[in-house]
């Protein structure tokens, strides 16, 4: 049985920093790409970052700069830090990935396990 188990979301002023984590069981940790979205009430779903298995990494241009996805293959943990943090990044935040190998990518569509998502909230 496959499991992404996020945690590390919480409040947040503008300006602070959080790190996500997601823990990865149930499957071959390296065989596909990661990534993390978000999505906001009466939003769409978003991509946020992604993480290849050969560590190529890409980003939303929203959070470039601001944002690290990294992972431990040793740990099958993905994580996501988070500086400088803007209400707009106000949201639930998941992460993902897909059954097959896959480079990284943002395409939802491409992904097939998903955790149950954080909640980070920044107030201003």
């Known amino acids: 049985q496959v499991q992404l188990v996020e945690s590390g979301g919480g409040s947040v002023q503008a300006g602070g920093s959080l790190r996500l984590s997601c823990a990865v069981s149930g499957i071959t940790y390296s065989r596909s790409c990661m990534a993390w979205f978000r999505q906001a009430p009466g939003k769409e779903r978003e991509g946020v970052a992604s993480i290849g298995s050969d560590g190529t990494t890409i980003y939303a241009d929203s959070v470039k700069g601001r944002f690290t996805i990294s992972q431990d293959k040793a740990k099958n943990t993905l994580y996501l830090q988070m500086n400088s943090l803007k209400p707009e990044d106000t949201a639930m935040y998941y992460c993902?990935?897909?059954?097959?190998?896959?480079?990284?990518?943002?395409?939802?569509?491409?992904?097939?396990?998903w955790g149950q998502g954080t909640q980070v909230t920044v107030s201003s």
């Open positions: 993902a990935t897909p059954a097959f190998r896959y480079r990284a990518t943002m395409n939802p569509q491409v992904f097939t396990y």
